[in-house]
Antibody, heavy 118, light 107 residues
Framework: QVHLVQSGPEVKKPGASVTVSCKAS????????ISWVRQAPGQGLEWMGW????????NYAQKLQGRVTLTTDASTTTVYMELRSLRSDDTAVYYC???????????WGQGTMVTVSS | DIQMTQSPSTLSASVGDRVTITCRAS??????LAWYQQKPGKAPKLLIH???NLESGVPPRFSGSGSGTEFTLTISSLQPDDFATYYC?????????FGQGTKVEIK
């Protein structure tokens, strides 16, 4: 079974950018796409966007359009999430998950804490 | 983006109770709805996909129903391990928005 392993915690200043990685074990993507979901402290789940690992097409949440970019490196079975112009309310645990349109999120990474603080 | 509204936000129940959580979509999503369980400090766990399909390994006391804009998650007999927060999610062709969550607490 595929496992998703994310990069470690990050601390950033407001206005900076952060990149979080998500590597599929076994050097294979078992599903059509990878999604990103975040969860601010004490809050619910927020879908950020998804990317097809085959044709690299992306869809992003309207709220994050222009600040978030998802990319994939098929040679290393790794997906990257870049979030720019960070604000304090971007402080959250960021999860990657195997899933896409018409494909529920059945496997999740362990989560990456991103803290935005001056 | 499609909006998802769950009710109630919090639910107090006892072991053995039958529990129902409702999720409403702002427009029709056919059956492209999933339910997740999340415990503190852990990633969400998929329970049900395509509105009523039980994920492999999930106990049969969990069931889902509905289509279009109205959906329900039912736990037929609440067990101690079921006290957690539950989220619905629509995953149609454009987005994957979640409901705000329902916390199931011990009464």
């Amino acid at each position: 079974q595929v496992h998703l392993v994310q990069s470690g915690p990050e601390v950033k200043k407001p206005g900076a950018s952060v990149t979080v990685s998500c590597k599929a074990s076994g050097n294979t993507f078992a599903s059509y796409g990878i999604s990103w979901v975040r969860q601010a402290p004490g809050q619910g789940l927020e879908w950020m966007g998804w990317i097809s690992v085959y044709n690299y097409k992306t869809n992003y949440a309207q709220k994050l359009q222009g600040r978030v970019t998802l990319t994939t490196d098929a040679s290393t079975t790794t997906v990257y999430m870049e979030l720019r112009s960070l604000r304090s309310d971007d402080t959250a645990v960021y999860y990657c998950a195997q899933g896409h349109s018409y494909d529920a999120f059945d496997i999740w990474g362990q989560g990456t804490m991103v803290t935005v603080s001056s | 983006d499609i909006q998802m509204t769950q009710s109630p936000s919090t639910l107090s129940a006892s072991v053995g109770d039958r529990v129902t959580i409702t999720c409403r979509a702002s427009q029709s999503i056919s059956s492209w709805l999933a339910w997740y369980q999340q415990k503190p400090g852990k990633a969400p766990k998929l329970l049900i996909h395509k509105a009523s399909n039980l994920e492999s390994g999930v106990p049969p006391r969990f069931s889902g129903s509905g289509s279009g804009t109205e959906f329900t998650l039912t736990i037929s007999s609440l067990q101690p391990d079921d006290f957690a927060t539950y989220y619905c999610q629509q995953y149609n062709s454009y987005s994957g928005t979640f409901g705000q969550g329902t916390k199931v607490e011990i009464k």
